[in-house]
Structure formats: structure tokens, C-alpha cells
């Protein structure tokens, strides 16, 4: 029986030569939809255009929302990005161990198939599918005005990296020298979501760590005033990020006196160095285990964030603190500190009312146990630093550095008595008033 001609339906020319089928390393790279609508394409008898169209479908709301700049079209960035992010052997090792400790046999597949890839990467058949459209007078959309969100200016240094990996990849022909500066790329910046961002979120739900994607730029010389109390703090941050052993730190003192801001600065000051942010809500710190499964044996330093740190009365959370401070049958790794910011000194409320119920014969026995078990939670901090309010002279100099920060062009004779008016009449004198005065006055022009 004759088969009948199929009619009406312009197709692509055949791309039987480019299969994804023969990949073992790289598999993960066409394992989503538009590696499934690839396939379509490569491996049935008639190119259908309709299959052409799902493939751009299935790459076009992640280029379009895409906060990252793009490489050629938008289909072979897309292949770039599921490049870089394939959590593969390769991938993996090279992000622990330089180049050459890793196995020849291995590399070897891994070349083999870079250059399956970039074949793969660098097809234009956008032209044929004009052609079949002047046909047809279907509409055929292209992947190269693909668009995405508004680039970061200046790019993070690592993004600037990976940006001219992928530039590479798409034009250099040496597969062996792109392998090695693929690893060496993995090796300097990290591999996967480490890779990709330097301050993260633990997400309780879904029990993982999920990058930040606008992180602070703030810096330490950004921060005016207590330069004594931040000594033993940049000095315990710097011999952890050398590689040394380090202290976990409480920063306590009053709202606005700059703690976070410092955790943060520290984070921009060591990042190209491999420190690494993780911040986590007092109320998940049951999590801990689980988050020591994300950091545990990587080669960066993590800071474990805890922000404005307290316990209420009758509140239980504090036990889970204490089990991140001293450990549990589980040793904590060497390469994470715990950072904590905090408006109490001892980190949980205490009322006139629990110190005598401790003393009196009728209260809980032994209750001044449990008030001294929770005031000496700070007691297992290693370095403690305190910031107190700014008198008006440290005020006015946080004042005149945003100002001229953010470009607010006023004397200090005419910023002054605004800036002492501002504190008055909002929350007096400290960092946070400070930037909130500037940002009142870059607001108003």
C-alpha cells in the first residue's frame, strides 16, 4: 500500500546528524522541554514546522525573563546556561580539585561530547524556516531578538566571567582548551547555585538554599564610625577566610547602629576570596542538619546570618541555637561561622519576675538553672561586639558620606542642621537615620 504524500504542512531539513540520544555526561542538558522538542525535530521523518514552534516556546519565557546577559541567540544561550548549570561528574569535580586530578578517562568523554555540543549550539536553521514560511504563511517566530530583563551595571565579577566562558564556547574551536577553562572557571568561581550567587536564603519549604539575586552592595568603607569595635570582628573574619579556624560572632546593640549592614559589607569585602552569606530565620534554626548537608566538605567559607536575634518568653527556639553553637552528634563543619545580630545583650527576654521565681522555695525547682541556661546563650559566642548609639559629631559624619554616596550636593553648613532636625523628629541619631535623611533628601531632587 502506497503511503500518501503529506501535504500542506512546510517542514525543516533533516537533522539526523545531530542526535541528543548519544550523550551520557552531557544528558541533562536536553532534559527539559526544549531538549524534548529538539528531539523531536532531529529524529522524525518530517520536519514539522509546528515542531519548530514548540521549541521556541519552550525557550522563551526563560530568555525573556532572563536576568542574566545573553550570547548569541536565544536558543543557544539557553544551551550555554544548561551547559554551565549540569550538575555532571566533570562539573562536579572540577569545582573541588584543579584539572589535572581529573581522571583522563573521564575528561576524555567529556571533550567528545563538548564537541557533540557546540555542534549542536552553533546549527542556523532560521533561514530554512524563513523560506518554509514565505510557503506557508505561518508564523514563524526567531530566536534571535530575544530579549531579557535589564542587565546589573557593572556585572559581579563572576558573571563577568561566565559571561566570556560562554562567549568562548560559542566561538573558539578547541574543545580541549575549552574543557580545561570550563573546570578552571568551576575551581575559581564554584559550580551550580555557589556559582551563580554569594548570599543565599534557606527556604524552610523546600529544604534548600535559594540564591539572592540583588544582593546589597554596601562596603566597610561605606560604614562610618565604629571602626574600634570592628577590629576583632574583621580580624576574626579575615584568618576564617584565610583558611584558619574562627569565632562565632554576636553583634548586639541598638536598631539602627549599622550590625547588618556590617554582616553584609563583610560578605562584599571576602567574596571574591570564597566567603559565602547564608542567611537563616531564628524560627528554622531546627533546619541546621540539613543545612550543614548544603555546605559540608565545599571549598567555600559560609557564614551562617541570623538577623536581629531574640527569644521571647516561654519561647523554646533558643535550644535550637545552642545546638548550632556547640554541635551535636554531628560535628559542624570547619568552614561555616555563626553571625548573629541582636537589640538584647542576652539574646532572650528576661523579667524581674523569672529572677524570683528562681529564688522563691515555691517556684520551679531549681528555676534559677533555666534563667541562667538562657542567659548564657551569649556566653557561647566566641567574640561579642557592641554598638551603641553615635553621639551627634559620629551622626553628621554618617550623614556627609551618604551624602556624597549618592551624589546629594550640599555643603556640610546646610546638611547639618537638616540632618540634626531629621534625627529629632524620626528616630534620633544613627546609621540607619543617617541614610534614611539622605535618602529623604535625594527623593525630594
Request: proline share 6%; hydrophobic share 35%; no cysteine.
Amino acid at each position: 500500500m502506497r503511503r500518501k504524500k503529506r501535504t500542506g504542512r512546510p517542514t525543516l531539513p533533516a537533522l539526523t546528524s545531530l542526535p541528543t540520544a548519544g550523550f551520557s555526561l552531557l544528558k541533562g542538558i536536553f532534559e527539559d522541554e526544549a531538549g524534548k522538542a529538539w528531539e523531536e525535530l532531529s529524529r522524525t521523518e518530517w520536519r514539522d514546522i509546528l515542531a519548530y514552534q514548540r521549541l521556541w516556546e519552550s525557550v522563551l519565557e526563560r530568555q525573556e525573563f532572563a536576568d542574566h546577559p545573553r550570547v548569541g541567540t536565544g536558543l543557544q544561550d539557553h544551551w550555554l546556561e544548561r551547559l554551565l548549570d549540569d550538575p555532571n561528574p566533570f562539573h562536579r569535580k572540577a569545582e573541588l580539585a584543579p584539572f589535572e586530578s581529573i581522571t583522563p578517562s573521564l575528561v576524555k568523554e567529556y571533550v567528545d561530547e563538548l564537541k557533540a555540543f557546540l555542534s549542536i549550539l552553533k546549527v542556523d536553521f532560521e533561514p530554512t524556516v524563513a523560506q518554509l514560511n514565505a510557503k506557508s504563511g505561518l508564523p514563524t517566530p526567531t530566536f534571535k531578538d530575544m530579549k531579557g530583563l535589564p542587565e546589573p551595571s557593572p556585572l559581579p565579577s563572576w558573571m563577568a566571567e561566565r559571561q566570556r566562558l560562554k562567549e568562548k564556547l560559542l566561538t573558539a574551536p578547541g574543545t580541549p582548551v575549552l574543557a580545561r577553562e570550563i573546570a578552571d572557571h568551576f575551581l575559581r568561581n564554584g559550580f551550580g547555585k555557589f556559582g551563580k550567587a554569594r548570599a543565599f536564603r534557606w527556604n524552610p519549604a523546600q529544604g534548600k538554599l535559594e540564591g539572592v539575586a540583588a544582593q546589597d552592595p554596601i562596603r566597610l568603607e561605606d560604614l562610618v564610625g565604629y571602626d574600634e569595635q570592628r577590629k576583632p570582628l574583621l580580624s576574626n573574619i579575615e584568618g576564617f577566610v584565610s583558611g584558619g579556624p574562627g569565632n562565632n560572632v554576636l553583634i548586639y546593640g541598638e536598631r539602627g547602629t549599622g550590625k547588618s549592614s556590617t554582616v553584609k559589607a563583610l560578605l562584599n569585602a571576602h567574596q571574591d576570596r570564597g566567603l559565602r552569606l547564608i542567611e537563616v530565620s531564628p524560627a528554622d534554626l531546627m533546619d541546621y542538619p540539613r543545612i550543614l548537608q548544603e555546605v559540608r566538605g565545599r571549598r567555600e567559607r559560609f557564614l551562617l546570618f541570623l538577623d536581629d536575634l531574640a527569644f521571647e518568653e516561654n519561647e523554646t527556639g533558643y535550644k535550637g541555637l545552642k545546638a548550632v553553637l556547640e554541635g551535636s552528634v554531628e560535628a559542624n563543619p570547619g568552614n561555616l561561622l555563626l553571625i548573629a545580630t541582636s537589640n538584647r545583650r542576652h539574646l532572650v527576654r528576661e523579667f524581674f519576675s523569672e529572677r524570683e521565681e528562681g529564688e522563691r522555695q515555691d517556684g520551679e525547682v531549681h528555676g534559677q538553672d533555666t534563667v541562667q541556661q538562657k542567659l548564657s546563650l551569649a556566653d557561647r559566642f566566641g567574640l561579642v561586639v557592641s554598638f551603641y548609639s553615635p553621639d551627634q559629631d559620629t551622626y553628621l559624619r554618617m550623614v556627609e558620606s551618604w551624602a556624597k554616596t549618592e551624589g546629594v550636593r550640599l555643603s556640610p553648613k546646610e546638611l547639618r542642621p537638616k540632618a540634626l532636625l531629621w534625627a529629632r523628629q524620626n528616630n534620633g541619631p544613627s546609621g540607619r537615620t543617617a541614610r534614611q535623611f539622605v535618602n529623604d533628601l535625594k527623593g525630594k531632587g
